[in-house]
Nanobody
Framework: QVQLVESGGGLVQPGGSLRLSCAAS????????MGWYRQAPGKQRELVAT???????KYADSVKGRFTISRDYAKNTVYLEMNSLKPEDTAVYYC???????????????WGQGTQVTVSS
């Protein structure tokens, strides 16, 4: 059993900043990738940023230069630093991780419960 627990969402004014955190715990042999997705009302869930092991980070065009994803490998935690926030960044943000629970098993995909980010004056 693997759990992803997110924190850090909230209400912020346009131009403001927020930092999201997501910690993975449970039956973990290796965390192979972590990332963030978001879903706005009436829209499909979309990729925000990912940070696989040993690979370059990837960002959605809409957040490049404003958001930064990072990982603490020792703590199995991923962060999303969000700056210059815009009203269109308003969404539920979901943590995503690809985790192997045993040395012999392939990765399974896990999702957090989601954290609301609202950008409004």
């Amino acid at each position: 059993q693997v759990q992803l627990v997110e924190s850090g969402g909230g209400l912020v004014q346009p131009g403001g900043s927020l930092r999201l955190s997501c910690a993975a715990s449970g039956s973990i042999f290796s965390v192979n990738a972590m990332g963030w997705y978001r879903q706005a009302p009436g829209k499909q869930r979309e990729l925000v940023a990912t940070i696989p092991n040993g690979s370059s980070t990837k960002y959605a065009d809409s957040v490049k230069g404003r958001f930064t994803i990072s990982r603490d490998y020792a703590k199995n935690t991923v962060y999303l630093e969000m700056n210059s926030l815009k009203p269109e960044d308003t969404a539920v943000y979901y943590c995503n991780a690809k985790i192997s629970s045993h040395w012999y098993s392939s990765s399974s995909e896990y999702w957090g419960q989601g954290t609301q980010v609202t950008v409004s004056s």
